[in-house]
């Protein structure tokens, strides 16, 4: 049994949004975003995502995620990468783990994680609730990318794809079902 | 059942009467649901909208209030009603060049706060940008009280930094007690 996207019900989630099949394009907090349409993988667990933070004439940023899910459709790992436009800078990837448990969602992210020691391995750490699993790996993200972000001009829309991402991501996962 | 979800004419009502919190445009008659109006780039919808508001008597020797404003918040709720992620961007207006706050915080299916984040980016002031480390309800140091973790976990951040005048000081130092306060507005204004 292969899991399902509903991808009309993922279109509706985004405020104000001008949607097509293949993508998402809204305005948020004064800046624009475009969110493709997330595909499946080849076996059907792992969801693509690319998420655009649109700057006018010039090259937009990007995000890349990975989430990957168990068969009962739940949440299990997030991997996401982000290169800046303009200069080309990429992050390193990162995961982060989600882990189950009774009473709620549990995440194991790595968001504290040593920027030498990103990647799978580092992805223990904080243990928060469901409601901050792409946050998680965003703010794990930022810690790798600050000290090349912030010698980048700005004007908040940049900053704020990591609030985007979260959303988007949980958008995702709340369109998947088993 | 209903969704959960944040009532944004009420959030406002909540922001105006923080201390030494002033929102001009404030209307008593409508409840402050006017206090929302057009800024930036886009004026298409109500998420083209900011509450403009004042944080009062920060700045020594001068009765200037410091001016922010607040975008209005994306939300998604989590899985099947478990929860709602509210974010926002916070602007500290210095004059023609602000500085930004990305606040975002997250609350169980109950309205409880269990999570904030917050980064901010300086005009001018590379070096002192600064990003907290996630506060969640009841974990490293943190109480049950996230609004009051993201207040200390921003002092702390910059407690020893420098940001040139008093003012430039006071207004990106400011950060820490609007942050805090805005996201006890939402917690006031989250209905699960």
Known sequence: MSLKFDEGKFQKLFPNADTNSSRIKYTIQDSDYRV???TWNGNKTELSMQIDHIRNNATDDHANLVLTFNPDGTLQQVAGDWEAGGDGFKIPPVVVLAVDSAAAVIVAGAAVAAPETAGLSAA??????AAAVAFDVYSALFNYISPKL?????DGGRLYTTAVVCHAVNRACSCVSA | MSTIALDYNYFP???ESGKDLNIPDFKTSDNGKDAWEYYGNFKSSNYDKVVS??????VPGDDDPLNYRVWYMETSVVGDNMGLIVSCKIDYDRGN???HLTLICGFDATGKLVLAQAAAQFHGADDKNFKISPVIANTDGVGNDVSEGLYNAMRDTQKKVDYGDDRDNAGRKGFAYVAMMISQCFIKSVRA
Request: glycine letters at 4%.
């Open chain 2, 53 to 58: 508001f004042q944080y009062q008597n920060q």
């Open chain 1, 124 to 129: 223990v750490g904080l243990v928060v609730t």
């Open chain 2, 13 to 15: 009502l909540m922001l």
């Open chain 1, 150 to 154: 912030i010698k980048l001009s700005d």
């Open chain 2, 97 to 99: 060049r602000d500085d």
């Open chain 1, 36 to 38: 493709y349409m997330p």
